[in-house]
């Protein structure tokens, strides 16, 4: 069974720095490229970050560009997102996804999402 | 960027209704577009991958078509367990995933 537990979210004042893990298992971790996505407290889906399977290569949303990094430790199991000059505006519940490739026929989808960790940016 | 706008933003619906909710891509994204279904401090489920593909194990009266920049989802009969916010999802312009606003669906 697939599961994806985040973990590491918490209070951090405006300016701070906070690091989120993403524990898998059920899979081979290392085969797959992971996602980070957010959503603010009532509000919809924000795409943060993805990184492919060997962690070679990593993409970001403009919005988290160069604030934010995506990670991996696949002799670990384990997805990594280290934010820091945290805002206001990065008030979000963080999940970590798993995308699943079917590239001959161009077809992406997240299949599993983690439970969510809340961050919240506040003095 | 590619923007998402779904419609609805909100809909209220009967037990049994044929519930349909479009969302409409600011370009065309061929068939490049998935669907999830989000239940109250729930994470995201996949429902329909590809415009028209049921995630398996997703029950049939779910479905989606449409290519191009108009789609659609179909909810053929509502269930009551159906209450939730739906949300499309192109990846076109990868690996840069955008999501509607989504639409909440409630039971009338």
């Known amino acids: 069974e697939v599961q994806l537990v985040e973990s590491g979210g918490g209070l951090v004042q405006p300016g701070g720095s906070l690091r989120l893990s993403c524990a898998a298992s059920?899979?081979?971790?290392?085969?797959?490229?992971m996602s980070w996505v957010r959503q603010a407290p009532g509000k919809g889906l924000e795409w943060v970050s993805a990184?492919?399977?060997?962690?070679?290569?990593?993409y970001y949303a403009d919005s988290v560009k160069g604030r934010f990094t995506i990670s991996r430790d696949n002799s670990k199991n384990t997805l990594y997102l280290q934010m820091n000059s945290l805002r206001a505006e990065d008030t979000a519940v963080y999940y970590c996804?798993?995308?699943?490739?079917?590239?001959?026929?161009?077809?992406?989808?997240?299949?599993?999402w983690g439970q969510g960790t809340l961050v919240t940016v506040s003095s | 960027d590619i923007q998402m706008t779904q419609s609805p933003s909100s809909l209220s619906a009967s037990v049994g209704d044929r519930v349909t909710i479009t969302c409409q891509a600011s370009?065309?994204?061929?068939?490049?577009l998935n669907w999830y279904q989000q239940k109250p401090g729930k994470a995201p489920k996949l429902l329909i991958y590809?415009?028209?593909n049921l995630e398996t194990g997703v029950p049939s009266r779910f479905s989606g078509s449409g290519s191009g920049t108009d789609f659609t989802f179909t909810i053929s009969s509502l269930q009551p367990e159906d209450i939730a916010t739906y949300y499309c999802?192109?990846?076109?312009?990868?690996?840069?995933?955008?999501f509607g606003q989504g639409t909440k669906l409630e039971i009338k």
């Open positions: 996804a798993k995308e699943t490739r079917i590239r001959l026929r161009h077809i992406y989808y997240f299949d599993y």
């Open positions: 059920g899979f081979t971790f290392s085969s797959y490229a």
């Open positions: 990184i492919s399977g060997s962690g070679g290569s990593t």
């Open positions: 370009q065309d994204i061929s068939n490049y």
């Open positions: 590809d415009a028209s």
């Open positions: 999802q192109q990846y076109d312009n990868l690996p840069r995933y955008t």
